[in-house]
């Protein structure tokens, strides 16, 4: 799988995790360059408190469009160090 923003290739695996529709790359996955840490923060019932990214490619920015679980419930331990996008991130099979 590739995550594109910007016509440029910002992560890619052929190990994501698919939960609720999202494709969650692993954190080693995703090109750092084009990450920056946000101050955003949201939290799921089940998953737990998400930490966001804001993207920069080529001197444009989508405010936090990539999110991570730092620290993960029990339930979703199978998305620990991985990242997925949404705001406009094109996830495309590889």
């Not at 080693?28 to 998400?50: E, L, N, Q, R, V």
């Not at 936090?64 to 419930?73: G, I, L, N, R």
């Amino acid at each position: 799988m590739k995550a594109i923003w910007n016509n440029q290739i910002i992560a890619e695996s052929k190990d994501t995790v698919v939960i609720e529709n999202n494709h969650y790359f692993p954190h080693d996955s995703i090109k750092k360059d084009f990450f920056k840490p946000s101050k955003m923060h949201s939290t799921c019932p089940w998953k737990g408190k998400a930490s966001y990214y804001t993207l920069e490619v080529d001197g444009k920015q989508n405010t936090d469009a990539a999110w991570f679980y730092p620290e993960v419930s029990e339930l979703a331990k199978g998305i620990k160090n991985h990242v997925a996008f949404w705001k406009g991130v094109e996830v495309v099979k590889d």
